[in-house]
């Protein structure tokens, strides 16, 4: 049975659906009930997280309020093994809060300004209000918004919003299965 149609591919429902299950059904499930213990967990030793202002020993260490985030430029080898902390807000802040600030409206998010939460409540509220901003925006943008050119400072300043919207889709999958490891290792440990 020939199953093909020339109806058209909405992308911008295409690409919202991909992120928007994914979220429902996989990642925001996966973080229900995260421990604040769980959330500054160090399975190894030199790992890469949130730390109180003045007590990281990390080549660089910014942020706006009471946390600080680990970070190194150019980074080590290897890269330091990161705790959920770290990971959720690199979701926050260079994921969701800079495309956010860029190209839809959100306030302005870097690392060095960020205030970095201190409770892994605090930190997925960001995630949640992150998350809520971006697929809105990619919403609004229509088939016309994706096919425009980015204008982004970086790799994404040639490219269509079309791809930066993958990227940030790959960077929410890929960070997600990190996180839900480290769930999975911190409750057998």
């Not at 970095?116 to 925006?137: C, H, K, M, V």
Request: aromatic share 10%; charged share 20%.
């Amino acid at each position: 049975m020939d199953t093909t149609t020339n109806a058209p591919v909405d992308w911008n429902a295409e690409l919202r659906d991909q992120l928007e299950w994914h979220w429902a059904n996989q990642l925001r499930p996966r973080l229900d009930g995260l421990t604040d213990d769980e959330y500054f967990w160090e399975p190894v030793a030199e790992c890469w997280n949130l730390r109180p202002r003045g007590e990281s020993d990390a080549p660089i260490s910014v942020g706006g309020g009471a946390y600080t985030i680990d970070y190194g430029f150019p980074e080590p080898t290897p890269v330091p093994v990161t705790t959920i902390a770290w990971r959720l807000g690199h979701l926050v802040v260079g994921v969701f809060g800079a495309r956010n600030a860029a190209h839809f409206g959100g306030p302005p998010m870097d690392y060095e300004s960020h205030v970095y939460a201190g409770t892994a409540a605090e930190a997925l509220e960001q995630l949640d209000q992150g998350y809520a901003r971006w697929i809105e925006g990619v919403r609004g943008l229509g088939e016309s918004g994706l096919a425009r050119q980015c204008g982004e400072v970086g790799p994404f300043s040639e490219r269509t919003m079309a791809a930066l919207v993958l990227h940030i889709h790959r960077e929410i999958v890929h960070h997600g299965a990190e996180i839900a490891l480290l769930r999975d290792l911190y409750l057998r440990e």
